[in-house]
């Protein structure tokens, strides 16, 4: 994919690379991710979902060992950073627009 479609997280210790596609949007292999997670602030769903992925074997020392996709960009916002996050807002582009601020900018005929 073109660089230019990229989106980044580079919180904390966290720094992931990331894109839209059309099943949902993608963590692209070699993500670092956050050790520490928030229990209060993370859903059910995606701590089972993060420790899962985590036995399974793609992350290996806290990094990803393949692209995996989740179903929107707040999830994989939450799965990086392990807290709740907005995706929109937390994912941004090389120029620094957030993902939010690309999606408004689409415009629709």
């Known amino acids: 994919a ?4 990229k989106l980044f997280i580079n919180i ?15 963590v692209l292999k070699g993500a670092v991710v956050n050790e520490k997670t ?7 769903g995606m701590k089972k979902l993060r420790d899962r992925i985590f036995v399974d074997g793609r992350v290996v020392n806290m990094t990803t ?5 989740f179903s929107s960009s707040s999830a994989a916002a939450d799965f ?9 807002r937390t994912w941004k582009a090389k120029d620094g627009h957030t993902l ?4 408004d900018s689409v415009t629709v005929d």
């Open 38 to 44: 928030s229990a209060k602030s993370l859903s059910v």
């Open 12 to 26: 904390g210790g966290t720094s992931a690379t990331g894109m839209v596609t059309s099943e949902g949007f993608v």
């Open 65 to 69: 060992t393949e692209d995996i996709l």
């Open 80 to 88: 990086v950073l392990g807290y709740s996050a907005s995706g929109p």
């Open 100 to 103: 939010k601020e690309i999606e």
């Open 2 to 5: 073109a660089d230019d479609e």
